[in-house]
């Protein structure tokens, strides 16, 4: 992430006063890639904190998994229900972890294939699954993958600070592509402007 994060400051810094600004107050958290071996785990991390804030999503994540000792998508594909919500995840997001396993048992998702899409590919492959909309492909895209272009336009906490930052009237697309192609690193200092975390109005 280094070479490209010094990158991102020249570029989002010469986009404008804004980031310029931004970019000497904060230092955004590393993204670096995750390996393939590390998807589930991210995948189901992304799901658990849907419309959740991060601590509670960490403390219900940590319940989880001190509660459930083989972590493997076939031994999650196989926990009922009621498991998962002993641990503080209510039923429709049980039943997303479980199709996501399910998901990577039969080869629907497969770590090394997904290593190798691009965001698109990667985005409809995800998207495909139940309970996975864009915001948490493209928290997985960030978080999971470390791709440095990439934009969350139903995030509220990004919404929220573009708002904030530039005023009702911006127009936000526009805004946004002089930000290519560090997306991502423009997303991380927004968040750090707003002390959020990623907040999607839906998955």
Known sequence: MGAHLEEAKIHLAASGEVMARLIKQFEPPRIDPKPPSAYFDTLVSTIISQQLSVKAADTIEARLRGGVKDFSPASVAALPVSEFRLHGISGSKANYIIGIAEAFVDGRLDPLELEAMDDKQITAALTALKGVGPWTAEMFLMFGMGHPDVWSPGDLGLRN??????????DVVATTETWRPYRTYAALYLWKYTDG???PRSQ
Not at 161 to 170: K, M, T
């Open 161 to 170: 600070a573009v708002r904030s930052l530039f005023g009702d009237d911006i």
């Open 197 to 199: 975390t990623p907040a």
